[in-house]
């Protein structure tokens, strides 16, 4: 009997399937699960968050090397299996909630520290919860988590590559992100019709490349990044112009503002006919500090 069949024995008897609203693509192989808490880190001191419990096949490694482990599991249904299964280790607790609406302050209490996560994330929430980690940065250590090959490229793109946008830029400003492993659609159940990849993403505050950054307003910041990719294909004058970043502008002249858009534009050192994909996370910081100006 293979370990797959095993998952969808495990579901049937507590009448429980893959739910396409949750995202679910339960993780298989023993041996992976393993593989990703070893590259990912875990040690015998931590305390880690866990997104997305399933049937325990990450859960359970790394609770043989972590000191406690909060799944948190969006499914009642998952949360009910567990219950009635008692197959989880004694350091693992579990909480109904769903990670997009959480109280980070209340993880990082529970954490007892910055937030360690570990995830085999659905899919459907990718960007959100990428999204929700910036927003919670200051909180966070680190993430492990799975992600569709097509996120995870995304976040290591290159400058002048099509894969490189808001996700790449932002997250590029607070954390560094390295590919761990590629997974194939064969490693879940139900599968998937696309690889996953295991990357981690590590807030370190002692990075000499986000040390040697200057200090910039981070709101600004993040309206430039998002207003200057809003439209691809046009020039950053033009998308910079429409997001209306020069105070007044909105309500006085549009000449006078895409004017002063144009001069913010130049004092950071850009072309106004660069396009957003052309400039480096330092380009969009001098950006910011010239428009803070």
Known sequence: MT??????????????????RFGQNFLVHS???????????????????????????LTRPIASVARQVIGLEIDSGIIRYHQEEHDLPE????????????????????AQGPIKIMANLPYSISNPFLFTLIENQEKMAWATIMLQKEVADRLTAQPGTKQYGVPTVLLGACATVKGLLTLKPGEFHPRPKIDSVVVRIDFNRQDAR?????????????????????????TLLNTLSSAKLMHGAAEGDRSIGKKLTEEAIRRAGIAPSARAED??????????LAFSQ
């Open 91 to 110: 350091n693992v607790t579990l909480i109904h909630g769903d990670i997009l609406k959480a109280d980070f302050q209340l993880l990082a209490e529970l």
């Open 279 to 288: 400039l480096t996370l330092e380009d969009f910081i001098q950006l910011t």
């Open 210 to 234: 986000l040390n040697a950054l200057p200090s910039y307003d981070h709101l600004l910041f993040q309206r430039i990044v998002r207003g200057a990719f809003s439209q691809r294909r046009k």
């Open 31 to 57: 041996s992976t699960a393993e593989a990703i808490v070893h590259a990912g880190g875990v040690t015998a001191d931590d305390i880690i968050i866990e997104v997305g419990v399933g049937l325990g096949a």
């Open 3 to 20: 370990i797959a069949h095993n998952t969808r024995a495990a579901l049937a008897k507590h009448q429980l399937a893959p739910k396409k």
